[in-house]
Each structure stands twice: as C-alpha cells, then as structure tokens.
C-alpha cells in the first residue's frame, strides 16, 4: 500500500520562529490532508492540498504531486502552534483509506 | 454547525461488556470511517462505509462491528472489548470520491480494563 513519511519527527522553536514540515508519498494520490492534533487529542483540519499552493493566515501549504511530496509551512509561530502535525493521503486506487504519516511533534516554546 | 459528532468522549468500561460509540454527521456525506490511534502504531482504519447499507472492512476491524441504516450515522460496536481495544477512536466523513476531504469527529477515549 501507499508509504507515507513525514519530516522531522520532533521539532522545537522559540515563539515567532518560522518552519516547514514535510510529507512524503509513494504513490499517486487523489487526496492529501494536513492536520493539527491538538493536547486534547483533536484533529482540526488544516488544508486539503492534493495539488498546489493554499495559504491560511499564517500556515500554508503546498503539494507537487508529481514530485510526490508536500510542504506545510508555518510562519510566526504561536504557543497554541504547538501539538503534533500529521500528513494523510488517500490513493487513487483506495480513495476510501486516508493513510496517515507519524506525524511531526512540534513544541513552541515562549 | 457542520459537524461530526462522537459519543461519549470518554468511556472506561471493563472486559467483555457490550458497547457502541455513537458517529453522526450533518454534513448529508456518503463516506464514513471508523479509526483507531494508538502510540506507536499511528491512525489505522477499522472499518468504512461508502453509503446506506454498504460497509466494508478496513486494515483492523477484528472486534468491531458496524451498521449503516441511516447516511448520517455510522455506530461502531465492540461486542465484547479486551485491553487491546484500550485505544482513541475517531469517526470521519467525508462527501465522496469526487470531494474526497475528510472530517473527523472529536475522538472517543476508550479504556478497557
């Protein structure tokens, strides 16, 4: 089945530092999802990117699908950035199934 | 409010004894999904329903069961739980093959001791 790889597993950053978190995919895709899970356990949905650039406020997101790989950027980091960021991807052979990467744990610190 | 909705939130219960978390969306989606997250192991499907009465197995759905009488609820059962069952569930739906963005539910926090 399709391999999902996420970069870097940890990452730490002073308030008001930017990064990027990558995603990774073997095969071709017909969705890709990033999301925010949050200290509850919550996971909010920041972008559906199977292709192309979004931007919301200070997150964006960008998938070269050809290339097989996608980019979440996060700008002016917040405390509340803080929690684990994980990349899903469906197939286009199994729609029905996200598969989810191990997930990037992100920690920002005042 | 565009939702999915779980309950309960949280539930500890005890080996062998019967239960059914709730999913219900508002959202009149065809797909839905049930996940498991644990550590180590990451967000596995269970099972997935691609409308009324059309469910189909996902990559762990040994000791689970679901049904699909309605389009916006999708109940996952556990007929008689064990510890390894001990786990954060989540519900997810999405519109379809052609807008296939999925939603998830808040999350069920089960223990089973």
């Known amino acids: 089945g399709i391999q999902v790889e996420q970069s870097p597993p940890d990452l730490i950053l002073q308030e008001g530092a930017n990064s990027t978190l990558r995603c990774n995919f073997s095969?071709?895709?017909?969705?890709l999802q990033w999301f925010h899970q949050n200290p509850w356990g919550q996971l909010i949905n920041l972008f559906y990117?199977?292709?192309g650039t979004k931007q919301n406020g200070r997150l964006s997101a960008t998938t070269v699908a050809t290339e097989r790989y996608s980019l979440l950027y996060i700008s002016s980091s917040q405390t509340t950035d803080s929690g684990v960021y994980f990349c899903?991807?469906?197939?286009?052979?199994?729609?029905?199934?996200?598969?989810f990467g191990t997930g990037t744990r992100l920690l920002v610190s005042p | 409010e565009a939702q999915v909705t779980q309950n309960p939130r949280y539930l500890i219960t005890v080996t062998g004894k019967k239960l059914t978390v709730t999913c219900s969306q508002n959202?009149?989606?065809?797909?839905m999904s049930w996940y498991r997250q644990d550590p180590g192991l990451g967000l596995r499907q269970i099972y997935y329903?691609?409308?009324?009465?059309?469910?189909d197995k996902g990559d762990v759905p040994e000791g689970y069961k679901v049904s699909r009488k309605e389009k916006r609820n999708f109940p996952l059962i556990l007929e008689s739980p064990s510890p390894n069952q001990t786990s954060l569930y989540f519900c997810?739906?999405?519109?379809?093959?052609?807008?296939?963005?999925?939603?998830f539910g808040q999350g069920t926090r089960l223990t089973v001791v």
């Open positions: 997810a739906s999405s519109p379809g093959a052609r807008e296939p963005e999925a939603f």
């Open positions: 095969d071709s895709v017909n969705n």
């Open positions: 990117i199977p292709s």
């Open positions: 899903a991807v469906a197939a286009n052979t199994g729609f029905q199934k996200l598969v």
């Open positions: 959202m009149n989606h065809e797909y």
């Open positions: 329903s691609m409308n009324v009465e059309v469910t």
